[in-house]
C-alpha cells in the first residue's frame, strides 16, 4: 500500500527503479559516465531543495507527534514497505507492524508519509550521499548523551577510497567485495564504498554485498531504506556486533534480485592462512581492510536446496564483522 501510493506520487521512480536494477545485475563493469545513483536518472532540482522539502513534510506531520516520534515513524514505514515487496517470508508481521503505525495517523499524514518517501528518492537521485543520516543531524535530532551522531558522508568517502584502493583485484580474484560495517547507523560508509566501487568502473550492485549492523533500531532502517534505494544488495541487521546478538534482518531487494543467498554460499573457499592475515589487519594500503571483511569457509554452510534461511545467512554476517573487528583492537 505504501509503496503503491509512493509510485504515484509526482517524479515517484522507486518501482522502476528497481526494474532497471535487476535487469543490471548481470554486468560487473559499466560506463560510469551513466552512473546517477545505482541507475537511477539524476533529479532535475539540487538536493538542498530536496532535503528542505522533506524536512517540510516531516514538520507537518509532528502537529499531535514529537519530531523525532514522526522521523522513526518515516523511516520504519519505508522499511517494512520496502521489505514487504522483496521478503514475503516476514510479510505478516512487518505487516501486521505497518497497520499498526499507520493507525496513530491521520488519512492526510499517511498520506504524506508517501510523499517523503518519492522525496528522499529524489534526494539520492542527486548522487551517493548519507541523506538519512544528514536529515537527522539537520532536525537537530542527534543524542549527544548516547553519543548518537551520524559521520559526515565526506569523512565516510575518504575512508571508503582508503580501504578499497585495491577493489578491482579484490573482485577479480573472490568473484565480488563483501564489506561488513559492524557499526552502520544510517549505511554512510557502506554507500560511500559503493560510490568508491562504481568510481572503480564496476557495478556495485554486481560485485558488492554489505552487511550492516545496528543495535539501534532507527538506525537500521534508515541504513536499509537508503541501500534499498541505491540498489545496494545486502542484509542490514538489527543486533549487537559484540555479543553477537540479533533481533531482526533485512534484505534489500538488490539482495533478492542478485541471489545472494545463493552466491554468499557458493563463494570460493579462502585458504585458513590468508584469513588469519587478513584479519590481523596487517598489509599496507587498504587492502587487508577489504579482506578481512570475508567469511571464512566454514561459517558459509553448503546446502543441498536452493531454499535459503535467510537468519542463518544473517549469523553468518554477524560472524563475518567478528573478524573486522580486529581491525580496531
Not at 493507525?103 to 548519507?130: P, Q, T
Request: with cysteine; aromatic share 8%.
Amino acid at each position: 500500500m505504501f509503496i503503491e501510493r509512493m509510485s504515484r506520487c509526482p517524479n515517484g521512480r522507486l518501482r522502476s527503479f528497481w526494474s532497471d536494477t535487476h535487469t543490471s545485475l548481470d554486468s560487473a563493469a559499466f560506463d560510469k559516465s551513466n552512473f546517477k545513483s545505482g541507475t537511477m536518472a539524476k533529479s532535475p532540482l539540487g538536493p538542498g531543495a530536496h532535503k528542505k522539502h522533506l524536512i517540510s513534510l516531516l514538520r507537518d506531520n509532528a502537529r499531535r507527534y514529537r519530531l523525532f516520534q514522526v522521523f522513526q515513524d518515516f523511516a520504519e514505514l519505508a522499511a517494512l514497505a520496502i521489505s514487504n515487496a522483496v521478503d514475503k517470508s516476514q510479510y505478516a508481521k512487518r505487516e501486521a507492524r505497518y497497520m499498526e503505525i499507520v493507525r496513530k495517523y491521520e488519512r492526510e499524514e499517511v498520506f504524506r508519509f508517501g510523499e517523503m518517501l518519492a522525496a528522499l528518492v529524489e534526494w539520492l537521485e542527486c548522487g551517493h550521499a548519507d541523506c538519512m543520516g544528514e536529515l537527522f543531524m539537520a532536525l537537530e535530532l542527534g543524542d549527544a548523551a548516547h553519543g548518537q551522531f551520524f559521520t559526515p558522508y565526506s569523512v565516510a568517502s575518504l575512508m571508503a577510497k582508503v580501504t578499497l584502493v585495491d577493489a578491482r583485484s579484490v573482485w577479480e580474484r573472490q568473484g565480488f567485495i563483501s564489506i561488513s560495517e559492524p557499526a552502520a547507523g544510517a549505511g554512510a560508509m557502506l554507500i560511500a564504498c559503493a560510490e568508491e566501487i562504481a568510481n572503480s568502473g564496476l557495478n556495485a550492485s554486481a560485485v558488492m554485498h554489505a552487511t550492516a549492523v545496528d543495535v539501534d533500531a532507527t538506525a537500521v532502517h534508515m541504513s536499509y531504506v537508503q541501500l534499498s534505494l541505491l540498489g545496494i544488495p545486502g542484509i542490514v541487521i538489527h543486533g549487537n556486533s559484540l555479543s553477537l546478538e540479533e533481533w531482526s534482518h533485512w534484505v534489500t531487494p538488490a539482495h533478492v534480485f542478485g541471489g545472494w543467498d545463493y552466491r554468499l554460499r557458493k563463494r570460493p573457499a579462502m585458504p585458513r592462512e590468508e584469513q588469519d592475515h587478513s584479519a590481523s589487519g596487517a598489509g599496507a594500503g587498504g587492502a587487508s581492510g577489504t579482506e578481512c571483511v570475508f567469511a571464512p569457509r566454514e561459517a558459509i554452510a553448503d546446502t543441498k536446496s536452493l531454499a535459503v534461511d535467510r537468519m542463518e545467512v544473517a549469523r553468518t554476517a554477524i560472524l563475518a564483522n567478528r573478524l573486522q573487528l580486529n581491525l580496531f583492537a
